[in-house]
């Protein structure tokens, strides 16, 4: 009943056209983990049909985590299906608990989530902030979503709305952006399937399953809890077995040293793109403001991983020995040696360590750096004060998750984990002495 | 080549066997979980086919888990073959690793995965105890494995020894029964799989992988700690989720509450079941030692689920109000009202339920506990005193996992976890009260 | 809108329950295939809770397969809940796509999906028409829903309409029961899956996309012609491979050829099952009528697989020596050998094979039947005179499907295939020469 | 046994080597189809880690089939790795069965399973025989295995022998090459699984669990006969469901007319890519010779799917029209209409067409070939006079698989199948009437 009355909505608001592109539009994409999923409205299908949502295509979904996990090439596009194939069920399940939730609401809630990752460019995550200083992938995707919105004739008014946490119904958003968006279960999923890490899968299922509203503030059942706390211990698992996997972390601190090293060169006029001078664009140093980005949203769209790829592959015959030696590491994946510990590094060690590099590489201590560096990692599985988790007792009550019983491993689950890294060269001087911190 | 040899070895053995009955031997059976299970050798072949083995295909893995999980019918058959497939993979990987195992060890550590749970009676854990107090499966299995020893010529007794850990080399009896054993690393899968409960699954394959041998000790290499801390986390996962389920758990306890009930009418003389003999015996107050278990073994081996549910579908009728009434109640999945809780119920509440239930069911005092009853429920997820789970660090050093890294939800790990449950009948005046305790 | 609609529904017509018991009604069930079924519908929820219906718990769904197949342990339960979930599934399709099914046909088409396999007996197929001869599964389902419309006061009228195929909407009843019925998806995906078969599972998924209705009846969209040919070369494969394994094939005709034996010795008075005299009845050689079968529901649904099997453990030590024996080779998987061939056999070969059994087992001629005997089983995959699948074109057309294109392997699927088999024990002198059949 | 000898000859052979690196050689790498691929020798290692190899991440497995299906991003990469992985598998099963394979040999399976698929350019069978006219991607693959021979100092003489067919045992390049070998068990699995499509998943365990060899003939035991139907019935329905997509073979041709009109271009002097001077080469119109390959190695892997697409978004703005037209179809994935049809489409249809487009697009007679163009596609599933498939009988003779059982639908799959399409723009005057073909 539902969706053939929404149908007929479509077929009013387009009247003119044939009955056969409407039908054509009623697609259906193949998923390996959900079977399938269904475009569900008109509107979304011509969202997903636009070239600026066609160049996720082109985006990857985890950046260079294929170099650790070879399964892990999917794409921004298919995270994005993802999501509102999730959206559906959970609207669905919100439904049957009677919360209302109109057409209008519904198709904006695709839209939202359909969108919210739209603004991510190459590499995802590992470049966020580099191309466009001060710039979140997110204030990439509002300026998408409002020029998408003036093609539309203001269709995703009721979208933005809810992506900029302006809609007086919280839980909208929080379907969106929040602990238990849709966002995060299908990343989570997805991720776990292509990199086969199994482990980190969690049961989206189960998890919409037990969504509630609660005073227009989503919430879970208290017969969930113990979903929440395996969702929770997933995601950190994810974050150190893949996310931050150390030869991943690795590559992608290699591959923003090389962007870094030609944006550099750049400046010193000592770097030519001729082909990609949309990339060179986005290489210099310039600075951005989001009320502007509008303006950039053309040249932004052409920007994907290809650019990057080839731009490496060009340096890797570079005259700057240190951008030719760092492209060529990513290209045929002969990368840096990283240890990694809970525990800082010994100072001498470091300094030791550093010497040798030095020693090895015969460059300057500044241009050291790109050899030789250290950092942390860190990863905090539940910030209860930024983003609570909500939980709908049987009495009616609701309660923050952590309240209802400390047998949990909340306590852990609630500390920033913290790691240190450390990089070099893997043949300064034969072998190094390891360090007693691994 | 390792095969080809084994292979002769068994042609060797029995020569005058034809060609075409060895070949027969070498059976694969399926398995939704691992897609092949081999035989890996002639004598496994015999074992199998043993009617002692056999039985297993009539007891259940779960007990009364499919009423909660109607997926859940597995047997111990299955699960005895799924262990025997892992420890194919872990004395693979152990080699590997230049861990030497001869033929001999590897024989039989096969043999004892095979029958290390052939003891167990019908419905598995949720009877254990029952009939035949005292003995544990373990003992059981002890005694099948002494019986079939003399069947087959002394050809288990290097599989008895590892069993019963009087084997110099430790991490053979820790392979069967220890916190990594196959033991669990199949059961929790397969449970997990069987029950569609998907956030228990583990990674067996990984954990395998990351098996390791210091000193004839079992151990556990650096980087498979995240591993150890999920399969941890998963098996608390399905303790709560699936194993102590409050429904499941409240079918196990009315369960024994009936077979208590018929043990009683049976002393009385109240009770009689002319075609099953074998049941009745085992329903008699009878003491068992362990040493004296092989005289049992034939009439053990006659015991299975089938003969309690046929039991329970007699006693429906049965004059005893109390002995039809929990019959019907399982057979017809109409069981008690349970209440859980993390705290202990408040006493007056307990009180007033009680004779609620006194009130409902006009029963005596001694009777009503057939219908009222409280307990509690405990699970520790580790127990590092009893079984410490061993890591080997890349410096060649072993500790105990939870000394690696504080961080972890071990605190949680370690302790102990416990609930309490009330069972009443549903309909005791309308509706009850709840109790705050939820 | 759709969900909170019917649910209002349902409140207004028991408006004098409360709330919660209402709420705990939208029970969902796990399903390793599925995630998770959701109960759609008060009055699903108080048929799955009936007697009858809880029964289905001890009816396996594929008899003695599991003998083959040791993970196929599944029942007639699951399998219903997994048809209603497919109902759910194809119901939106066809909305989605126009058709018009009314709230009241909704609940009419789950009901008739959820109870058409209700009436089957022990071992499903396996037995069907041995307890009650002349008397098939439906039959007995249709005399279950007579039963229960009584007991919920006409509201099981619709669903016996389509069950009936009295109903004028075709359709209704080809998603019950048709070519692509909604019970075949099921099986086929579950038996594959508990198997471990994967070659014969289906996308069940796909299929049910591709459904349309034109003119009341089920057809399939053009795009679906491929599916359509796997989903029948998959039920094909399953067939050969697992319906009529040659192992599995003969553990069924040897609990046939027992239970007729019991069901002679008991007309000879030789025969007493003092527990079982429900049991002993249908062993009774009785007529029963199609209009008459509503007296003997109660009785029916007492009987069971456990039943069967606490006869055949009963009958290990009968006096009569093949009673005892077949129930011995049941119960301890000690079979006969079981030739298949798809030549008929030589006669000469079979009456030596029968020489030898005769000498071999020294019975009489009548009684040598029982441990030698032949048959034929056979399968078609597709029979497009009494279930045609029709296809609709793109220019708006229906076709039946094998018109489409001459080079599918309809050919092949319009065939019936038929085996030849011959049974007789395995050690009929050392190892008889094999036949040139196989 | 085995796996330790094998260490013990790595340890001997590289005397010089430390404990740790040789550990580090033992790697492992997850994939969501088998969960782990394991690195069995440690040449095998040093072969993966060569930038010759590492070039594969850069090869998608499945050309443009993820406009079609969007999780297909694998890689050539990943997919060498899984056949290796099953070769494995299939040298256990043989040897299992008393196939002598020595050390030796079983390291150049593995080699040349490996490097089999090395020489694939960009987008793999997509743009076969584009870059290098003439040279198929065997060709390629040997021209690196020789050069890396040399490097490998003679190590790879034998896998170059199994590979070219100049082994005395037959069966060792069946397996890499052949009905069976471990090639197509991997890409049926791996691209049925990465696309969504299930219904073209085949059992790859199975199939290897039915090698055999006869007379160093690969043969399939006598039981494997259906699951051989399975496979070929699985392959082709991958064929026509997702090779031979319209949409993703329309894709295709476009990508192709497009490189071919690039190259038209360059041939007139009208096209620079100024920073890619080795596509450039490999654009212009030369000749190649088999025996020459080895001076174009290094620049080949150079070579991969990054440049065709950096040269698609350059060539969006090139100023020949048609260029710039079929970069865009590409990038934004507006393609052209494509018809495809089991029978020849009318020449009256076509003529209409092609005016139609003449019209609409106002080019030349000769360049509407970019626009509107026809072809046929061919597939036939089993070819017996080329790559017989041969069965095992149980009495010890070999037969080619179709005399086995006439029943089959083996007449279909002997059949060369064969579809018609033609290709014009979508909007040619309105909308076109449509064909009766169709």
């Known amino acids: ?73 999917h794409t921004r596009f298919h995270h994005a299906l993802g999501c509102m194939h999730l959206m559906q069920k959970a609207i669905n399940v919100l439904r049957t608990k009677g919360i209302s939730i109109n057409h209008k609401e519904e198709q904006a809630l695709y839209i939202a ?86 482990e980190g ?32 211990l997933s995601r950190r698992f994810m974050y150190w077995q893949v996310y931050l996997h150390k030869t991943g972390l690795l590559a992608e601190k290699i591959l923003l040293k090389l962007l870094n090293r030609a944006r550099e060169l750049l400046k010193k006029g000592q770097l030519t793109l001729p082909q990609q001078a949309n990339l060179i664009d986005f290489l210099k140093d310039k600075t951005y403001q989001k009320e502007d980005l509008d303006k950039y949203v053309e040249a932004y769209t052409q920007l994907d991983d290809h650019d990057v790829w080839t731009a490496i592959k060009t340096w890797q015959d570079h005259p700057d020995k240190i951008l030719s030696e760092l492209s060529q590491m990513i290209l045929n994946r002969k990368l840096l040696r990283i240890e990694m510990s809970d525990k800082a590094f010994d100072t001498e060690y470091v300094a030791k360590i550093k010497q040798k590099t030095l020693d090895f590489k015969q460059v300057s201590e500044e241009e050291v750096s790109y050899f030789f560096f250290q950092g942390t990692a860190k990863n905090r599985a539940y910030n209860k004060e930024q983003e609570a988790i909500k939980v709908l007792l049987k009495n009616g009550q609701v309660t923050e998750w952590t309240n209802i019983d400390e047998q949990f491993t909340s306590v852990a689950l609630l500390q920033t984990q913290k790691k240190y890294y450390l990089c070099y060269p893997k043949r300064i001087l034969n072998m190094p002495e390891r360090t007693n911190a691994d």
Request: with cysteine.
């Open 113 to 198: 989530i359909l969108l919210h990752d739209i603004g991510h460019g190459p590499f995802s995550h590992a470049l966020e902030g580099f191309f466009t200083p001060g710039i979140s992938h997110e204030d990439w995707s509002l300026a998408y979503m409002k020029k998408l919105n003036k093609e539309f004739d203001g269709k995703l008014d009721l979208a933005i709305q809810i992506f900029t946490k302006t809609h007086p119904r919280n839980f909208f958003h929080q379907l969106i952006s929040g602990q238990l968006d849709m966002d995060r279960l299908d990343y989570l999923k997805r991720d776990s399937f292509y990199t086969g890490v199994v």
């Open 1 to 73: 009943m539902l969706l053939t009355l929404r149908l007929k909505l479509i077929f009013v608001c387009k009247s003119s056209a044939k009955h056969m592109s409407q039908t054509n539009k009623l697609k259906i994409f193949n998923d390996p983990i959900y079977g399938f999923i269904t475009i569900p409205d008109s509107i979304i299908f011509d969202l997903i049909e636009h070239p600026y949502f066609q160049r996720l295509r082109r985006i990857s979904q985890m950046g260079l985590s294929n170099l650790v996990y070879p399964g892990a090439h």
């Open 201 to 232: 899968s969690i049961n989206s299922d189960r998890l919409i399953a037990m969504l509630n509203v609660v005073d227009d503030d989503l919430v879970i059942d208290k017969k969930g809890i113990y979903s929440i706390e395996k969702f929770l």
